[in-house]
């Protein structure tokens, strides 16, 4: 079947091992490269976020969402979060940071501000002119399987209109 115009596969990384999945990925490349079409389903969101140039997700055999790569990134570019460990007035530093990001929040030992990459440098920047002190920061970008739950959680249950 290599030179088939069109593949249709289910769950083709499922069992595979690490070569068998690099093999995997390469003959993706390839298809891609030469203009071929394959198509997959799988429950492997990784797998499918890494390679796919078009999603379809299906929610009780319907059609929750169809994005493309662009569609899709720029939807989970929305939903990153950075989390900073800050020496400071809690309440001050939230203060100053909502003022460039209003849904930050105060968690535990922590300040944390959901939203756009883009965003944080000014969120960086507030915390900075309110006095605090950056211990630490992890940015967390949003994935495939966040959108997934979701779009899965607000879809209607299987079997209903």
Known sequence: LPDAPVMLLDE?????????????????ERRRRDGRTLVFSS?????????ADRFLLLIGG??????????LTERLSRRGVMRLSVEGSARELL???RRVAPNA??????????????????????????????VNLVAEEARLDSLYRELVGSAPEAGTP
């Open 105 to 134: 929040v105060w968690s535990g030992e922590e300040l944390v501000v959901p939203g756009p990459a883009a965003d944080r440098p000014r969120a960086l920047d507030a915390v900075r002119e309110a006095g605090g002190r950056i």
């Open 62 to 71: 319907r059609l929750a969402a169809s994005l493309t790569r662009r569609e």
């Open 12 to 28: 083709p990384t499922a069992a595979l091992d690490p070569d068998g999945l690099c093999a995997f990925y390469g003959l993706v």
């Open 43 to 51: 429950h492997q969101l990784g797998d499918v976020e890494r390679l």
């Open 95 to 97: 203060q100053a940071v």
